[in-house]
Each structure stands twice: as structure tokens, then as C-alpha cells.
């Protein structure tokens, strides 16, 4: 059973937005600094964006501007993390994986992707 689920990909235009979502246990996106990443075919996986358990975030030079990553501060079971992608580019096509990382034990998860597809 994924312990990270994303979704919210799918065609868009060049210069629109989609708002991609992963869904994960509250006590996970509490206490792991949370990723996204892509790969575009060909190529290998890259960083998008992270935000920290303390809710700093950081991004790959090429989105910092264009991407905007956020999480949830519910109360209930379960959260997620967002990544709101907008003057989408050709070249942001790719498959965009959901990361869970925490930075004492060095623990990793990943979700299946989903695919963001950005052409005219």
C-alpha cells in the first residue's frame, strides 16, 4: 500500500497551471521534510521543490518563481502537500513523484507519480 499518493496532472496549455496533490498520513507530512521531483523521458529524476517540517521551502532554479509548494496543517488523520505549477512550460513535461524524507534516519518513501504534460 502507497503511503504517498499524488494526483492533479494531466494536458495543459503552455503559460497554464495545474495544482498537483499528495496525499499522506498527517504524522508523515508532520515529521518528514516533503519533496517533489520529476523525470522527463530520457532524462533522470531532478528536485522540484521541498518544504521542511518547519515549513521552509526550497527550488530548483528552473521553477523558483513559477512553482509554489505547500502543506497542510490539519488536525485530522490525514494531509497532504501541494505543488502549485503555473506558467507551465513544454519543458516541465514530465512524470512528478511525491517524496517523503526524514532527516534523522535518512528514511525515504515515493508515491507512483503523476504525469504533468505541457503542450500546445
Known amino acids: 500500500q502507497l503511503r504517498l499518493a499524488e494526483s492533479g496532472g494531466g494536458l495543459v496549455q503552455p503559460g497554464g497551471s495545474l495544482r498537483l496533490s499528495c496525499v499522506a498520513a498527517a504524522t508523515i507530512i508532520r515529521t518528514n521534510t516533503m519533496r517533489w521531483w520529476r523525470q522527463a523521458p530520457g532524462k533522470q529524476r531532478e528536485f522540484v521543490a521541498e518544504?521542511?517540517?518547519?515549513?521552509?521551502?526550497?527550488?530548483?532554479d528552473s521553477v523558483r518563481g513559477r512553482f509554489t509548494i505547500s502543506k497542510d496543517n490539519t488536525q485530522s488523520a490525514q494531509s497532504a502537500v501541494y505543488l502549485q505549477l503555473s506558467s507551465l512550460k513544454p519543458e516541465d513535461t514530465a512524470v512528478y513523484y511525491c517524496n517523503s524524507f526524514h532527516v534523522i534516519s535518512g528514511a525515504s518513501d515515493w508515491g507512483q507519480g503523476t504525469q504533468v504534460t505541457v503542450s500546445s
Open positions: 518544504v521542511t517540517t518547519g515549513g521552509v521551502t526550497h527550488y530548483a
